[in-house]
């Protein structure tokens, strides 16, 4: 039984891999939605880290019309780097340039949750068997991202060959947040005290909170700008209007596990119908959640922190500012 076994799994492992190099070419049989067409640099920042910046974003719709969008980006490279959002049904085609001036290193970008091609892996010839999927001085690459059905939800890209071949350097700032919003709008979430959907176009505020030892690093997308981003750096204080429905999206970096808590707020543990204020956040978990600024508690510094004792000794939080 056991040698049957043994030969038979080289053919089903064969059959595994034709299977699953088959499925990336039919994740989107129609025209896409959205085309995004972005440019990202690598850079290297005065304190030694690195980041992504943004140096172009075009978005071409079905219809043929083409729009410019990069003035919703920071001019600036950022921890976390900036903030990509598409739609269920939306194509990325993101080209990254070396631009690290101390280094001739090859960066990459490699991305969690939505399909692409082994081609657009974004690590070495030594890992997936067929290019040096990354960027060098004057030599850009370009991945092909497809937010096909099913990958709604926030997740992570980030450097997959800088500095360590098999590694990369995501602990050294080169990491993101990719958001793929659902494709019918709609995101569950609890408002005044009951669990209902709002939709995606409600949402006014986005704020991303990174957990990265003993540091939050934050981000946000400010809806009623038009999807400006603001990168707000460590430990930051966050600000709503009352009553505004905003969504976190809390991730984790590292190797450290933490507890998000948020006070006098509650939410919909993603995935689940449980009402929670404090959430386990391990390295690449994540977090989605709206609520409505200050519900049922009115305006206020509401804290958020780690809940593990020594990361809030050593100053893991911040504020929510909730203005009338
Ligand atoms: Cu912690």
Redesign the pocket.
Known sequence: MNKLVHRLAPLAGLIAACLALGSPTAVLAEEPVNTHQIVLKAVNLPSGQYAYQVVSHKIRARNGETSDVTSRYSPKPSIPGPAIVMTEGDVAEVTLEQGISNSNQPVSLHVHGVHYKIDSDGTMKSLNGVADEAAFPGKPYTYRWVAAPGTAGTWMYHDHTFLNPMLGAEDKGLFGTLIVNPADGKVKAMIDGKITEVDVADIKREFILW?HE?TFWGMEVNNILGGKQVPLWTNPTLGARQGEKVRFHVIGLGT????FHLHGHRWIESGTTSVIDTVNIGPISRQSFVVQAGEGVGPGDWHYH?H?LQ?MQAG?MGDFRVVP
Not at 256 to 259: G, K
């Open positions: 957990m003993t450290a596990f933490h507890t780690c593990v990361h893991m």
